[in-house]
């Protein structure tokens, strides 16, 4: 079942992207090349909204019910339609955060998914968050979305990293024996693999045809804080929080760090500039594909110890240190590879 319902995301995926992408060009939904962009050719930015009708076609193959993803449904398309506007008019950052906070609230007064409970984090018990829980777990679902956005500079590199963290978002519902969540996180990312095969670069001679907008990485970043959300916390408590920034750990890393220099440097937290992990790389003279395989494979290998070291018993305060420590490391060695001859 679970992979009739993934294939019917990627090929739902991949015929709306062969409809989409056309139609795209004539009303000017597409990237146009110049400035610090990458490609060299008009790119139609209708990979999210592709993914959004695979994913929806999928989850119809599941014999549940879908009434309690009707706030994600929701939530999913206003971010869409923004993103969509934004791909086309460049919308105000205030009317982006506008439909990111009320995405983020759909989640968490309608669907009742909130961080409430961040675990022992310093050897001093657990930290339970009370009224602070839904300002919070706003805060937290803006910030994944825009660390989604920050990171979607090269092809492939967004949906080949958001695929490895939805694999390990599933695995940790498997292990926990969610195996209703699973299957749900599993249909997305089929959808997921309907739009990399369009957008990742397989070679110099074949890069990426399609992007996925503003529509899509907004989306997708919803989707991750919907389920690491959900998957953290009771009734479900499938890992502790701790073991969610593991899985998430290049994306908030990423943003963290490049965040925190511009600040230093007296200067917008949005603006822009090449200080982000796959513009280092690309001015050492990694290739696309390459910078796909590293990040992602990066985050794969964290993610794996973290949610390993959970299950072999290794506590929240010691994995959260060593979260720390590993942040201190990548700094240093983002330091070293744009000092570096």
């Given amino acids: 079942m679970i992979f009739f319902g993934c294939l019917i995301g990627i090929i739902t995926t991949a015929m709306c992207l062969r409809i989409l992408m056309p139609i795209a060009e004539r009303i000017h939904l597409v990237d146009l090349p110049g400035g610090r962009k990458q490609h060299e050719s008009v790119k139609p930015l209708v990979g999210g909204i592709a993914i959004f009708i695979g994913f929806a076609c999928a989850m119809l193959s599941l014999p549940i019910s879908l009434i309690g993803y009707r706030p994600f449904a929701l939530g999913g398309l206003l971010l869409i339609f923004m993103g969509i506007l934004d791909d086309m008019h460049e919308v105000s950052p205030h009317a982006r955060f506008g439909a990111e906070i009320v995405s983020a609230l759909i989640m968490t007064v309608w669907a009742s998914i909130v961080i409430t409970n961040l675990g022992d984090l310093f050897f001093a018990g657990e930290i339970r968050l009370g009224f602070f829980s839904i300002p919070f777990t706003t805060f937290a679902i803006v910030g994944l979305i825009n660390a ?141 594909k390459n910078i796909c395989f590293i990040i992602a494979g990066s985050n794969l290998m964290f993610g794996l110890g973290g949610v390993l070291a959970l299950h072999l018993g290794v506590s929240s305060p010691v994995l959260f240190i060593s979260y720390f420590f590993g942040f201190l490391i990548y700094c240093t060695g983002m330091r070293f590879l744009q000092t570096a001859r």
Avoid: C
């Fill in 148 to 288: 989604v956005n920050m990171l979607d500079g090269s092809d492939g590199l967004a949906g080949s990293l958001i695929f490895v963290q939805l694999f390990l978002l599933a695995l940790t519902a498997f292990l926990a024996h969610l195996i209703v969540e699973a299957k749900v996180i599993v249909l997305l990312m089929g959808a997921l693999l309907g739009f990399l095969y369009f957008n990742f670069p397989f070679s110099k001679k074949r890069t990426a045809r399609v992007f996925m907008g503003d529509a899509g990485s907004m989306f997708l970043g919803y989707a991750l804080s919907w389920f690491a959300t959900g998957l953290s916390q009771a009734p479900r408590s499938a890992i502790y929080p701790v073991g969610i920034l593991w899985i998430l750990s290049i994306t908030i890393w990423d943003a963290f760090r490049v965040i925190l220099l511009r600040l230093f440097s007296k200067k917008s937290p949005f603006s822009s500039d090449r200080n982000h992990l796959h513009h280092v790389l690309q001015d050492r003279g990694f290739s696309p």
